[in-house]
């Protein structure tokens, strides 16, 4: 197989999110017959990249299997679609979900492919039918920072064995929001956690990891600036 003129590192992401975006930077400095290896670790890319060549007019090569990575070549062909389209295209898109109430304290929400459950805005019991609208604020916010930070991690091959992170959060009153009491605010006050790492690489490229992530994090760059957010992070060796 031909020397690649250019190489691109996915990671573990697919081409829904973001791979192709990547790929198409690292091609457009290319010329014309020029070849491009891209890395990656999802299994999914196998597939779905050949059909994407073929589509666009690319030449698919093949692939070969890498250090822990699967490399693919890929031929730039002479329809190579705008870059600045694409990438103008990725920061227009929008988010859009559904919820319709239920029968009971609960909505129904669909959003994509995926339809779940939610209770109570606040409910606190210790056992419910479905979670709450805080829990799932939480939740957003802790899934954004592992997803985030494992992402990222795999970009920049720093390999991650473990990852947790725990979280608390609690209302300025619950009770206003129950109207039990008319003073104070329904707001989160306060969300606290600790953000578990367990990896054999250096503190330093771990800690610089998580300052990016909390940098690029839209979940947490949204919520930092309405609530007081103090997350540690732990690293276990």
Not at 58 to 85: C, M, V, W
Not at 108 to 132: E, M, W
């Amino acid at each position: 197989m031909e020397t690649a003129h250019a190489v691109c590192d996915g990671g573990d992401l697919d081409c829904g999110s973001g791979l192709l975006l990547i790929i198409k930077k690292a091609m457009d400095p290319l010329s014309d017959g020029q070849i491009l290896e891209v890395r990656s670790r999802e299994r999914t890319v196998a597939e779905d990249l050949p059909a994407w060549c073929r589509m666009v007019e690319h030449g698919f090569l093949g692939s070969k299997p890498g250090d822990n990575t699967t490399r693919y070549f890929i031929r730039k062909g002479s329809a190579q679609a705008e870059l600045e389209q694409d990438l103008q295209a990725a920061k227009g898109y929008q988010w859009s979900v559904r919820v319709r109430g239920e029968k009971d304290l609960s909505a129904k929400v669909h959003s994509r492919n995926h339809t779940f459950l939610a209770g109570q805005p606040a409910d606190f019991s210790p056992k419910v039918n479905a979670p709450s609208a805080i829990d799932y604020l939480l939740a957003s916010l802790a899934s954004c920072l592992t997803v985030g930070f494992k992402a990222q991690a795999s970009k920049r091959n720093l390999e991650i064995d473990n990852l947790e992170l725990a979280l608390k959060g609690g209302l300025d009153n619950v009770l206003f929001h129950l109207e039990l009491e008319d003073e104070g605010s329904p707001k989160l006050e306060q969300i606290t956690g600790t953000f578990y790492v367990s990896s054999p690489e250096s503190e330093a490229d771990l800690e610089e990891l998580w300052e990016n992530t909390l940098k690029r994090s839209p979940i947490y760059q949204t919520l930092k600036k309405a609530v007081n957010i103090e997350i540690k992070l732990s690293i276990v060796f």
